[in-house]
């Protein structure tokens, strides 16, 4: 089983990492883009094959550990493997 | 498993030539299986073996008086009194930084501080000379972004401060930058660790990162030229974690204080390999691995890939059979992966055995041995004439203002502030700072932990005199870093070198690379300043077109006081300006010859560089230090690019005091400002202090005139310019914030 | 006095506030392995800036989750004066012993400088030795200082005094500002700047003697 995990920072808090994307963007020709967020993806692998468990488990490390929920949000992905 | 054949193409692929191929069968008796040829070509590549250089490396004094360790370690160790040792090295890591700047010079310092660790000094202190193509080259300012970025990642995060350096901009770096960096060690001059791996049957450790595929091939990357295919090398740049670098250096000094090291030695270029030999022929043993013992990042490594592989942050030690158990528990409770991977032998062959195969058997002795020790010839390159001083290159008779020619000059790139650069390194990390970048002095000056004793370190070359003059510059650039460090009033005691040139295949590279040898061995004698650990960086050129030859310098010396130092800052209003030294107004391959007359701009240099009289240089700089330690001076700056000019701003810079200075008749004043002569110190000496300074210096026969006086917010040269202080420091300050901005 | 420096993996500036606070209390400090359980008695903790865990994931993160970091937590609870520098605020906003979070800098660079700071309350334990609004110069030293918390928290900060050191020219983005701050019990400091840089007329300054002889002061 694996977890992909996207944290990024909370709207509202300031991003100067996603501001700087956007505007180099925009410097190199691609003026659609009107904002950029950056964050980040974890991913775990997982030795189980209780998918509710694994959620249940990512979550508790998500509050634990892999996102300060001062400043960022999370989201989980459980996907099953062959 | 595949058996590979050994084909010609595959032999030309190593960077081995025939003969050397047929040396290694003949020393075989057969021919080598692929994981002998991976090694034979690593170990007599040029990076590893020295190949163009090693026989005019020998040419150079390497013993002094406080000399313990000389060039043939992983550092040079000299004596800094009270039982204590400075252990210090310099390296280029030039070709993997314009690939992957960040990591490349990343893994340069990471790199570094691992030479000077392995022999049992925690480092005090990093350095790094820089030197980036034009600015108006399109790469230039990701490159330098890039290179800086990951100097301080690096640094920053392993705690060690990054005290100084230099760092240059010149079109002929454009497709070839060169990062060097240098690491300064604090040990017991007693526990000086030796990577020579004495005695039979002793176990060998690994210790540090897992093993990956990182940067195989990279010490033949190093010794290749780029051509328009580098950006495919990009696979081969390894990845610097400054993390555990940190837990490796408190690992080391934990398990250094105790007596299991019998030697140990850091896995650097050709990783495995080359320091597995290494330890083993210094110590006269063979040693015997097995390779599945080695820590691994990925799966399914080849015995070839795991002894090629760049995989950074790593030791190899032998440890005394029955200490095993503290070297485990040590490196353990620092979280480190450690494995007992191989023993000693009395066979003299380096033996590894993969899945219960033996997958290389080689005796070790011809891989130092056998090492191509090639004569490359060399063209002696001409003499050019001397730029004499005549109307013709008067400012006033071609119509410049003094004014304009202050401000090309300070904010000309390799003068201008390097601010934007030094506040991204931590420079004060382990209290015992005293100075560095930021006072803008001529060395930068850390205290021994504890004491009231520091040790003063600097970096210098000057490009454009070397390749106007391979052995004059050569000279020179030892000779700057003396003057830099008696600057500070530091005894200068020894230097580390890194000699950074172009393809050693072609006549004239070889020439420039032998003559400044001859000149650095030169100043070297003169001056009582041995070499004590250096490096090669060669086929630095792309497409056929070399760098200029840059042999950079690192010197290091000895305050023994830290209440009798100087700086270039503590003049007071009212303190005399003093010139000391010899000033004829040289100006050929000066900065001003370059910029303002243009002779930059031709292919080749045209003029002479100043040359240095060493005698001249020892007996200032040795009147310099009496100074200091008498408190005769507030204030001291050696003169380099720019002249007596450069050096009276850069003081007022420092000082936040204007100056007033009047010429000499015997000298043009544009000679008089911007000359470039050698062996000269500006100091600011008070009132009472003028007339013995000044007399005292005659009698020694040191030139010494009376030519200002500091104070005031103007900087004023009678006859040709009288600027604003505040407004020529923020031109200085403001070059490079702006070129760097989005 | 007795005080504690806690050492975590590559907590790089550990013996530099060992040295400080040697010299200006006149003991030795303990230092503390980070897989300690329990803290020795000791009257004032130390947690020191440097880079723990390489910076990875976040700064200060995985220190924070350190099993001496729970017995902080709970000695602070009962009084123990606790102070952060650098990465050890971060660690302290981490462990929830500090509001707010410190993100990257503003400019995206890692700054070193002597930084002009304000010092904004000095009716603290930490600040006792300080001048009402005394200007200082403290060193700075980080790539992550850029002091964060919801408009909520900063009302609190500002209005229960909990703000203690300000930027002058603030080099980060800090929001109000804010070099450094308190828990509302004023037992536990967190601020970005070095004070252990600061206390060696060779260091360049000797601003953040005063804030060591707050705490030996108030400990007394």
Known sequence: MKAIIHIGLKPGVLDPQGRTIARSLAHMGFDSVTNARQGKTIELNLDTEDAEKAQLDVEKMCKQLLANTVIEDYQIEIVEQD | ?742 | MQSAVIVFPASNCDRDAATALEKITGHKPLMVWHEETTLPKVDFVVIPGGFSYGDYLRSGAIAARSPIVRDIIKKAGNGLPVAGFCNGFQILTEAGLLPGALMRNKGLRFVCRPQKLQVVNKKTMFTSGYKDSEEITIPIAHFDGNYYADEDTLRKLRKSGQILFKYIDNPNGSLNDIAGICNKAGNVLGMMPHPERAVDPLHGGTDGIALFKSVLEAVR
């Open chain 2, 1 to 742: 498993m595949i058996k590979i054949v050994i084909t010609p193409e595959l032999i030309a692929e190593h960077g081995l030539s025939e003969a050397e191929y047929e040396i290694i069968c003949t020393r075989l008796g057969r021919t080598p299986n692929i994981n002998e040829l991976g090694i034979f070509s690593v170990m007599w590549s040029e990076h590893c073996s020295y190949k163009s250089s090693r026989r005019h490396l020998k040419k150079m004094l390497t013993k002094g008086d406080r000399v313990i360790q000389g060039p043939g370690e992983n550092a040079g160790v000299i004596d800094i009194d009270d039982g204590d040792a400075i252990i210090f090295k310099m390296e280029s890591h030039n070709h993997p930084s314009y690939i992957e700047p960040y990591q490349g010079a990343a893994t340069g310092v990471g790199g570094i501080m691992r030479d000077v660790f392995t022999m049992g000094a925690r480092p005090i202190a990093n350095l790094n000379a820089l030197r980036f193509g034009d600015p108006s080259h399109p790469k230039t300012k990701s490159l330098v972004a890039g290179v800086v970025h990951g100097i301080g990642g690096y640094g920053n995060c392993v705690g060690v401060p990054t005290v100084g350096g230099e760092t240059n901009f010149h079109r002929g770096y454009n497709d070839n930058i060169l990062v060097n960096a240098m690491c300064v060690g604090l040990a017991k001059a007693d526990k000086v660790f030796y990577s020579a791996a004495e005695g039979v049957g002793n176990p060998i450790f690994y210790v540090g990162s897992k093993t990956g595929r990182d940067g195989i091939h990279g010490a033949t990357m190093a010794s290749a030229e780029f051509d328009d295919d580098s950006e495919q090398k990009r696979p081969t740049v390894q990845v610097g974690d400054p993390f555990t670098e940190k837990l490796l250096i408190e690992a080391c000094m934990e398990l250094m204080a105790t007596d299991a090291i019998i030697a140990i030695q850091d896995m650097g270029a050709a990783g495995l390999t080359s320091s597995s030999i290494e330890m083993a022929d210094k110590g006269g043993v063979g040693v015997k691995m097995n390779l599945d013992k080695v820590p691994q990042r990925e799966s399914n490594m080849t015995p070839y890939e795991m002894m090629l592989s760049e995989s950074q942050e790593r030791m190899l030690m032998v440890i005394q059979p029955g200490k095993e158990h503290i070297a485990i528990e040590i490196f353990e409770k620092w979280d480190l992966d450690v494995a007992e991977v191989g023993i000693t032998t009395d066979t003299g062959h380096l033996v590894l055995t993969h899945k219960g195969k033996t997958v290389c058997d080689i005796p070790i002795a011809p891989l130092g041995d056998d090492a191509p020790n090639l004569r490359r010839p060399y063209s002696k390159p001409k003499i050019l004439e001397t730029l004499n001083n005549d109307p013709v290159i008067d400012p006033i008779e071609r119509g410049t203002d003094y004014k304009d020619i202050i401000s090309i000059l300070i904010t000309s790139p390799d003068i201008a502030s390097k601010r934007w650069i030094w506040e991204q390194y931590d420079r004060s990390v382990m209290g015992d700072t005293v100075q560095c970048s930021n006072s803008g002095g001529d060395a930068a000056i850390v205290r021994i932990h504890g004491t009231n004793k520091a040790v003063a370190i600097t970096t210098d070359c000057t490009p454009r005199y070397v390749a106007a003059d391979a052995f004059e510059g050569g000279k020179q650039a030892v000779a700057e870093t003396y003057r830099n460090l008696c600057s500070v009033g530091a005894e200068p005691i020894a230097i580390t070198d890194c000699l950074n040139f172009g393809n050693p295949e072609r006549k004239d590279v070889m020439g420039q690379f032998v003559r400044s040898i001859e000149g650095i061995d030169a100043a070297c004698r003169a001056l009582d300043y041995p070499v004590v650990s250096g490096n090669v960086s060669l086929y630095n050129e792309t497409n056929g077109q070399a760098i200029p030859p840059t042999p950079c310098i690192g010197g290091v010396g000895l305050i023994k006081d830290l209440d009798r130092y100087a700086t270039l800052a503590g003049a007071k209003t009212g303190d005399h300006l003093v010139l000391l030294g010899n000033t004829d107004g040289w100006l050929g391959a000066s900065l001003y010859a370059h910029l303002i007359l243009g002779h930059d701009k031709s292919d080749a240099p045209i003029y002479a560089p100043p040359p240095v009289d060493l005698k001249a240089e020892k007996a200032v700089g040795t009147y310099i230090r009496r100074l200091i330690r008498d408190r005769r001076v507030n204030a001291v700056h050696d003169l380099s690019d720019g002249g007596l000019a450069l050096a009276a701003i850069e003081m007022a810079f420092a000082n936040r005091l204007g100056f007033e200075l009047k010429g000499s008749a015997d000298v043009p004043l544009y000679a008089w400002l911007f000359g470039e002569d050698q062996g000269r110190y500006l100091i600011a000496v008070e009132d009472n202090s003028l007339n013995p300074v000044i007399s005292t210096a005659r009698g020694l026969n040191i030139p010494a005139q009376r030519i200002g006086v500091v104070g005031g917010d103007r900087l004023i040269a009678t006859g040709a310019f009288d600027l604003s202080l505040h407004d020529t420091h923020m031109e200085y300050e403001n070059w490079l914030p702006n070129y760097m901005a989005d």
